[in-house]
C-alpha cells in the first residue's frame, strides 16, 4: 500500500478525481528541475484555452506568483506560498473575497495549484530554530513545476495555431478577390 500525503479540500468542496491526479503529478518532480515562474506564467497564458483557465484566473495565479520569493520555482525553495485573502486581493488587483475563492477553486480544478490546507483551514508557515521555515500551510506551486514541459508544449501548440489560422485568413482573403 503506498502511504502518501493527499490533501482534501477544505469547507464544503469534495474530493474528485482530478484533485487525486495533480497531486501525485506535483509529487513526481524531478531533483534539481528549476524553471523562470514569469516565464512559465507567460506560457501559461499562452495556453490558457488548452487549460481551461479563465483571464480572471490567470490574474490571481499572477498574484500568486508575485508571493514566490525567487524569480526560479525549484523544489529546493520549498513551493508553498501562504498570503492572506486580504494581500492576495491587494495584489490581485482588489479583487473580492468571493470571486477570489471562485478563481482559487478555478486553478485547482485544472490542475495548476493546489491546497495545503493547515487543520483550522489557514495559511501559515512554522519556522523552526534557525528561522528556515519547517512546515507551511497555503497553496502548493508544485503541479506548475511539474507540468512544465506539458504547459510549454500546449504553449508552442497554441501559437501555432495561431499563426496557421492567420496564413489561412490571409488565403482566404487572397482567393476572394
Not at 19 to 38: H, R
Not at 52 to 64: K, P, S
Not at 107 to 123: C, F, H, P, T, Y
Request: glycine share 6%.
Amino acid at each position: 500500500m503506498e502511504n502518501a500525503y493527499v490533501t482534501t479540500p477544505f469547507g464544503r468542496r469534495a474530493m474528485s478525481l482530478g484533485m487525486l491526479a495533480s497531486q501525485q503529478i506535483a509529487e513526481n518532480i524531478e531533483p534539481g528541475t528549476a524553471k523562470n515562474k514569469w516565464k512559465l506564467f507567460r506560457a501559461i497564458c499562452e495556453a490558457r484555452p488548452s487549460l481551461g483557465v479563465t483571464d480572471r484566473a490567470l490574474t490571481v495565479l499572477d498574484a500568486l506568483l508575485t508571493f514566490y520569493p525567487a524569480d526560479e520555482l525549484s523544489e529546493e525553495r520549498g513551493l508553498i506560498v501562504f498570503p492572506s485573502n486580504a494581500q492576495l486581493s491587494i495584489r490581485a488587483r482588489g479583487m473580492t473575497a468571493a470571486t477570489l475563492r471562485r478563481h482559487l477553486a478555478g486553478l485547482v480544478d485544472a490542475g495548476l495549484i493546489l491546497r495545503k490546507d493547515s487543520a483550522n483551514g489557514k495559511r501559515y508557515a512554522r519556522r523552526g530554530r534557525a528561522g528556515d521555515i519547517e512546515e507551511a500551510f497555503g497553496f502548493s506551486l508544485a503541479p506548475l513545476l511539474a507540468r512544465a514541459a506539458e504547459i510549454e508544449a500546449l504553449a508552442a501548440q497554441s501559437v501555432a495555431d495561431r499563426e496557421q489560422l492567420r496564413i489561412t485568413k490571409q488565403h482566404l482573403t487572397i482567393c476572394r478577390r
